[in-house]
């Protein structure tokens, strides 16, 4: 059974910065690219940054680009999204998410998700 558990969110002030962290149970974690997404209230679930298997490719949507940088641990099945200069536009709920093959900001590409960790920045 695939687990996947999102930690590190919280509130913080604009400009802050926050590390997510998604651990990873029940799949062969260095097999997928993974991703993380985030919906704010009222909106759709949007893409942020994904990683390919070995690390070495990234890719992010505009928005964070500069901001935010993607990572992952294989020995520790763990994904990472480190998040600086944080905007309160940058407030949702932030999930992990695994996916077979290449890279993808769709979410409709990804196969297993976790249950989110929320984030809030204030002004």
């Known amino acids: 059974q695939v687990r996947m558990v999102e930690s590190g969110g919280g509130l913080v002030q604009a400009g802050g910065s926050l590390r997510l962290s998604c651990t990873t149970s029940?799949?062969?974690?260095?097999?997928?690219?993974m991703g993380w997404f985030r919906q704010a209230p009222g909106k759709e679930r949007e893409g942020v940054s994904c990683?390919?298997?070995?690390?070495?490719?990234?890719y992010s949507v505009d928005s964070v680009k500069g901001r935010f940088t993607i990572s992952r641990d294989n020995a520790k099945n763990t994904l990472y999204l480190q998040m600086n200069s944080l905007q309160p536009e940058d407030t949702a709920m932030y999930y992990c998410?695994?996916?077979?093959?290449?890279?993808?900001?769709?979410?409709?590409?990804?196969?297993?998700w976790g249950q989110g960790t929320q984030v809030t920045v204030s002004s």
């Open positions: 998410a695994a996916k077979s093959g290449s890279c993808s900001l769709s979410e409709h590409a990804f196969d297993y």
């Open positions: 029940g799949l062969t974690f260095y097999n997928y690219a």
């Open positions: 990683i390919n298997w070995s690390g070495n490719s990234t």
